[in-house]
Each structure stands twice: as structure tokens, then as C-alpha cells.
């Protein structure tokens, strides 16, 4: 069983800048992709950006350009940077981990809250 913790939600203004944490524990194997999704009021989660243990990454459209994944395998720790945020960034972010064995196991943080005012 893997925990995901995060840290590093706020209030920010348009414009801003936040930096967002996530460590996992627990695994007995090795942690394949790390990433980060949000779900903002009345919509489904979408992927925001994601790592793989090999360093490949991946953005959705809407953040390239703005946000930074980096990933600290030794911690197990993945971040997202955060800049020029947009007011439609306002979401509850959620850390995801991967683990592939037999079959791909998902494991979720709790979620932080980011809020971006006009």
C-alpha cells in the first residue's frame, strides 16, 4: 500500500506562483509514473501533468508552457511548479503514483486545494 501525502495548496492571485509537494511511503516496489490531476467544481478529473521513473514527462495543453513536473526518485517525491496561474486553474490537485506489477495499481493523495482569484 502506498500513502501520497501533498502540501503547498493556497490562495494565490492571477498571476502567481505555487509550488506543490507530494511524497509517497509505504511501497514495497518501486514507483513507475508519478503525477498530478485536478478536478475543479463540476468536472472530471483531468491529468495535469505526469513523470515516469525514467524521467519521460507529459503536460496537458492547457499548463505547457506554465507548469513543471520534477520528480526526486531517491524521496519518492514529485512536485509541480506552478506559474502564471490562471483563474480556470482553480481545482482540488491530486497527487497519483504508479505501480506496475502484475497488474498497474493507482494509488491517490488526499488532494490540495488551489485557488486562483481575478
Known amino acids: 500500500q502506498v500513502q501520497l501525502v501533498e502540501s503547498g495548496g493556497g490562495l494565490v492571485q492571477g498571476g502567481g506562483s505555487l509550488r506543490l509537494s507530494c511524497a509517497a511511503s509505504g511501497s514495497r516496489f518501486s514507483i513507475n509514473d508519478m503525477g498530478w490531476y485536478r478536478q475543479a467544481p463540476g468536472k472530471q478529473r483531468e491529468l495535469v501533468a505526469v513523470?515516469?521513473?525514467?524521467?519521460?514527462?507529459n503536460y496537458a495543453d492547457s499548463v505547457k508552457g506554465r507548469f513543471t513536473i520534477s520528480r526526486d526518485n531517491a524521496k519518492n517525491t514529485v512536485y509541480l511548479q506552478m506559474n502564471s496561474l490562471k483563474p480556470e486553474d482553480t481545482a482540488v490537485y491530486y497527487c497519483?503514483?504508479?505501480?506496475?506489477?502484475?497488474?498497474?495499481?493507482?494509488?491517490w493523495g488526499q488532494g490540495t486545494q488551489v485557488t486562483v482569484s481575478s
Open positions: 513523470v515516469t521513473s525514467g524521467g519521460n514527462i
Open positions: 497519483n503514483a504508479v505501480v506496475v506489477r502484475t497488474i498497474r495499481y493507482m494509488y
